[in-house]
């Protein structure tokens, strides 16, 4: 599909499909259509190796005969190619005939007596993926044949090595090899062509120096002047670690070239430990603390208060809970960690000079739904920062799931793909930081500082006039869109927006740039932009998010389908433009990539004012936390900035790691070795028992049933995962959904298009696979792709990827990877809030929860630890909101939650005091956050659980066990033009009559506290100052919540002040009932005698 082919509308279901072109553009160029390689003999396709190359049956010529032929020819024919008569050699994988004995280079014991069965299965597992495609194109859609197609026929002579230069050995040293085929280079198998024209002239083709020479029966005249360079290069090395002593070579040298060669080779990345100076006397406070903790509650269980027993048993239970979860949120963070990335390394690696950059490709996601409520300027220059990222431009594609079908959402897409032919290579050439213009524009440049050229001076002010002007242009079509048409509305050709009706219309797909339609000013090409707007019905259920983000899983495996994935909400852009090459240095690196399912950086924000009055940055979590759970399985997802693993998205376990040989010590018993020797050896007479009977039973049946091989790798240890290629087709439609070529798909480890299909049939395919019945019966949302069932779906899909074994990483650039706008008003983070813990009540109640999900699986229990603390926190509301009743309560009745404290409990008490305050200095000191962020921190997490946490646990119960969706609204009060004006801005919610309340009977319970104690004279002082401490902890938790009750100009709504003393009227009537202001001095019974003393 090309860029400016048009908006493709379409439903699979209807059965209908419509290109609608903007006014002025030609007509799309006709899509080609690939053909695959064919075999001379039976015409079906020649296929693949199990390695994924084009199998090659005779490497003298490379005559194009598939795997069939070949076994054919080889067991009943003359055992000869028909092109070069040479007699056929034995390939891995097929079993030995006459003539095999003198072969001696193949070692392949597993498969020699096996010929149906196993060519049988290898034929499976390398054509699993076209052959779905060949027979199934047209399954349930109408033909191909309205699209115009053009066949163009392959070249017919091709250099192996396609003109480039491998080894840094030039192609005039290769050794030449007449042949009418080619292939692709690297090292790889001869890749056989179709030869049109016998007759055609012999062309020298190159071949690679570093393959088997016998593969191809030549020398070569490069390997002499190889082997000389390569020896003079190992003496350079040795003489420079002899001059340094045996070390490293100085990387300060004059040689270029040894560095090189080993930089090359060096891991992409690095975990750097906390220095044990840090760490150790961190760990020792959190012993001694568990330790005080155990004393603390022996005393307070055994010492109970008599005369408030209530108060006291309260207390008691409200501070198991905390201990709990302290317990919960504590341990996670043993083990924490940094990493260090090296980007010259992963450059060296994969960007070698002259050659095609070897980068894997990435698609980049980008959700939107109302674009009112989420500006189409903030999508824009988001997905400005995506195209002008610093990555292969080819290996780059932007897809944008408009979730509400909005006519402005893409009228501003495309206005912004033509300003970005002029922003992305201004972006390039002088490497500017961030490349979101909104923000880059935003910052204050000293134009004489580090010499700044005067035509930078110069184009920068020139696209800074190009930006107004493009915003001019996109807050008109915002202030166009304020009144909606009463026809709806219309596209500039006349044709009526088929997203007029949000809840009612079909799939859309339009190519803004990319291929033919997408270069900047300079001739240059663009990364591809797709807009995608997923088909929505009456009567089914979307999902929400969770279901537009798998939409674009499966739309872009369809079309470009990159091996790795990043999400981004619509507000958060790309602040460091070599943000994917840092996640590709831990997702490529040979040594930890395989078992990596995501690398999730940390979220930082802009527009947060300098206090952070409601600890919107959130360090304390993304500095401490997360780097805590790096060190055991990795972080969670937090839904956006997260670069992930395809394959990890469709419910495959983890590679299991090959276990190193077992070693024996001499200083174990002799019983231990006995018997894990004798345990050795069962185990192995059983592999062998199981290998004697396959071979036998291959020998016998020649063909054993699919379902038997299954079981037999099932048995093998390290072999538990599902075998794609074994499984029938039914089974992956059923689990991936009635598309052959997103199934196809999904057996691509390495991600790539498939060649088989043209293009119009994938673009057939991505309108079918958004349709809205697509996922009916399927595991989508249950074990693939993003999880549903709760609205915090981030939390959810990171913990199925860990229980299936995967391990995440936590990477933290220099300069933050991505930046995004947080709520900065009471209410709305309020509601922030809100949202995110009734998700974790959602998973709490459901059978995802980590308290009993999970089991069996590949999760550690450390991790675990850390998502049962995620799912269960809201619930620590109840007792927290008890625990702050309390003060309150006991300055009010003079009661108190414990007795009159001794020498040895006041002992405890202090301990646990001090073991607080030092894990929280300690954990400052090895995190490097501040202790401003610190205590923000801490009074929000009160604000929170007295509030938003408190309304999730009830909104939950009530959505899941009840049915019943309750909504909080927030409606904007008051605001101004000013810096921040937004943090002043009050909106109404009921989130803030709770808190609001627990701050107004403790201020009430102060007074009535220190007016009893003036009342009952000095000695009832004493025991008021606890109860004081008590009360003046939680109102100074609340401070920040009572600032923003308040406002600039201390303007509250009536409802609020209403509500809160209604509430407090009522304890303070209690506490008249109960307890009013009279003297508790208890002596006898004075009466008048009748004496008259004077």
Request: charged fraction near 20%.
């Given at each position: ?196 024209d016998p007759g055609l002239q012999v062309q020298p083709r190159s071949m690679d120096p570093s393959k088997d020479l016998a593969a191809y029966g030549y020398g070569s005249i490069a390997w002499k002047e190889r082997m000389e360079l390569w020896k003079q290069k190992q003496e350079k090395l040795q003489m420079t670690k002899d001059e340094n002593g045996g070390r490293d070579w100085d990387y300060d040298g004059d040689s270029p070239d040894l560095p090189l060669m080993d930089e090359a080779r060096q891991p992409l990345s690095r975990k750097l ?115 002008a990222v610093d990555y292969p431009v080819d290996k780059v594609s932007c897809y944008v799931s408009d979730d509400g079908a909005a006519m402005l959402t893409f009228e501003a897409l495309s206005e912004m793909s033509e300003f970005a032919r002029k922003w992305v290579p201004f972006c390039k050439k002088f490497n500017i930081e961030p490349r979101a213009p909104e923000w880059y524009f935003a910052q204050k440049i000293d134009y004489l500082k580090d010499k700044v050229l005067p035509s930078f001076v110069k184009k920068r002010r020139a696209m ?340 299936h074994g995967w391990r995440s990483i936590y990477c933290i650039p220099a300069r933050p990877a991505f930046k995004g706008s947080a709520p900065i008003n009471l209410s709305d983070r309020l509601h922030q809030v809100l949202r995110w813990a009734l998700g974790s009540v959602e998973i709490f109640l459901s059978r995802h929860c980590p308290l009993w999900y999970g089991y069996g699986g590949g999760l550690k229990w450390l991790e675990r630890f850390s998502y049962i603390n995620a799912t269960i926190y809201p619930w620590t509301s109840i007792p ?215």
């Open positions: 599909m090309e860029a400016g082919a048009g908006l493709v509308a379409g439903s699979h279901n209807r059965n209908e499909l419509v290109v609608i072109r903007r006014d002025g553009e030609s007509a799309p160029k006709p899509l080609l259509q690939l053909r695959g390689q064919i075999c001379q003999i039976c015409g079906d396709d020649v296929g693949s190796t199990a390695e994924g190359e084009f199998f090659v049956a005779c490497n003298e010529c490379a005559f194009p005969i598939c795997r069939t032929c070949y076994e054919y020819e080889r067991k009943e024919g003359n055992q000869v190619c028909p092109q070069c008569k040479t007699r056929f050699k034995r390939l891995k994988g097929c079993a030995r005939v006459d003539g095999d004995e003198e072969e001696d280079d193949i070692d392949d014991l597993e498969n020699e007596f096996n010929f149906e069965g196993r060519s049988k299965q290898d034929m499976q597992h390398a054509l699993a993926a076209d052959a779905m495609l060949h027979g199934h194109m047209s399954y349930g859609r109408a033909s191909d044949s309205d699209f115009p197609q053009i066949f163009h026929p392959l070249p017919q002579v091709h250099l192996l090595t396609n003109g480039q230069m491998v080894d840094d050995i030039p192609p005039e040293q290769h050794a030449l090899v007449p042949s009418f085929i080619g292939g692709a280079g690297g090292g790889k198998r001869i890749h056989p062509l179709p030869v049109s430990p906390i220095p044990s100076s840090q760490i150790s006397p961190y760990r020792m406070i959190i012993i001694i603390r568990l330790v005080v903790l155990g004393f603390f509650f022996h005393y307070r269980v055994m010492h109970p208060v008599n005369d408030a027993y209530a108060l006291w048993l309260v207390s008691v239970i409200c501070e198991i809970w905390f201990a709990l979860s302290w317990i919960l949120d504590q341990f996670p963070k043993w083990l924490p960690i940094d990493r260090e990335t090296y980007l010259d390394r992963l450059s060296l690696r994969y960007e070698k000079e002259g050659q095609s950059s070897q980068l894997s490709s990435v698609d980049i996601f980008v959700s939107t739904v109302d674009p009112l409520k989420e500006p189409p300027l903030v999508t824009a220059n988001t997905v400005l920062s995506i195209l800074k006039r190009e930006y107004e002007e493009f915003k001019v242009r996109i807050n008109a079509l915002v202030s166009k869109a304020q009144k909606v048409p009463e026809e709806g509305w219309t596209m500039q050709d006349g044709t009526l927006w088929p997203g007029n009706n949000v809840r009612d219309h079909p799939g859309m797909i339009q190519v803004f740039l990319g291929q033919s339609g997408g270069h900047d000013t300079n001739g240059n090409e663009l990364p591809r932009l797709v807009y995608v707007s997923r088909e929505k019905r009456p009567g089914f259920n979307h999902h929400k998010k969770a279901g537009a983000m798998n939409a674009l899983v499966r739309v872009s495996a369809v079309l470009t389908n990159a091996p790795y994935v990043l999400n981004l909400d619509c507000d958060h852009y790309i602040n460091n433009s070599k943000a994917l090459r840092e996640a590709m240095c831990f997702m490529m690196d040979p040594l930890l990539g395989k078992r990596v399912c995501y690398v999730q950086f940390p979220q930082r924000f802009d527009g947060i004012d300098r206090h952070d009055r409601y600890a919107n940055r959130n360090t304390v979590f993304f500095d401490i936390n997360m780097k805590g759970l790096d060190g055991i399985q990795g972080p969670i997802y937090v839904g956006t900035g997260c670069v992930f693993r395809r394959q990890a998205f469709y419910g495959y376990d983890a590679p299991k790691t090959k276990k190193r040989p077992t070693r024996t010590c001499n200083c174990w018993p002799k019983l231990c070795y006995c018997g894990c020797c004798c345990s050795g050896k069962r185990n192995k007479k059983k592999g062998n028992k199981l290998k004697t009977d396959m071979k036998n039973r291959d020998s016998t049946t020649g063909d054993p049933p699919v379902c038997t091989l299954e079981g037999v790798e099932e048995g093998i240890e390290g072999a538990k995962g599902e075998n794609l290629a074994l499984m029938p087709e039914h089974k992956l439609e059923k689990k991936f959904g009635q598309s052959p070529v997103f199934v196809a798909s999904t057996l691509l480890e390495d991600g790539g298009t498939l060649k088989s299909a043209s293009p119009a049939s994938l673009l057939k395919e991505a309108i079918h696979v958004i349709s809205c019945g697509y996922e009916d019966k399927t595991e989508w949302g249950k074990e693939v792709g993003w999880i549903y069932g709760s609205v915090t779906e981030d939390i959810l899909t990171g913990f199925k990827m860990h229980c927290l909101l008890a625990y702050c009743t309390l003060p309150a309560v006991c300055l009010l009745t003079g009661k108190f939650i414990t007795p009159e404290l001794s020498n040895v409990a006041s002992l405890w008490f202090l301990s646990l005091f001090i073991c607080i305050f030092a894990t929280s200095i300690l954990e400052m000191r090895w995190s490097g956050v501040g202790i401003d962020e610190w205590w923000r921190n801490e009074q929000f997490w009160v604000i929170g659980g007295v509030s938003a946490h408190l309304f999730a646990v009830f909104q939950g119960l009530l959505k899941v066990l009840a049915g019943v969706d309750t909504n909080f609204t927030v409606t904007s009060k008051a605001g101004d033009d000013e810096e921040f004006s937004e943090l002043y801005a009050f909106k109404w919610t009921t989130l803030l009559i709770p808190p609001t309340t627990l701050l107004i009977i403790n201020l009430i319970g102060v007074v009535a506290g220190v007016s009893n104690a003036i009342n009952n004279g000095y000695e009832s002082w004493g025991p008021l100052f606890g109860k004081l401490f008590f009360a003046f902890w939680v109102i100074v938790h609340l401070y920040p919540f009572l600032k923003g009750l308040l406002g600039r100009q201390n303007r509250t709504p009536t409802i609020i002040i209403v509500w809160s003393i209604l509430l407090a009227s009522i304890f303070s009537l209690l506490w008249v009932r109960i307890d009013p202001f009279l003297a508790k001095s208890e002596g006898p019974l004075l009466e008048e005698c009748g004496l008259d003393c004077n």
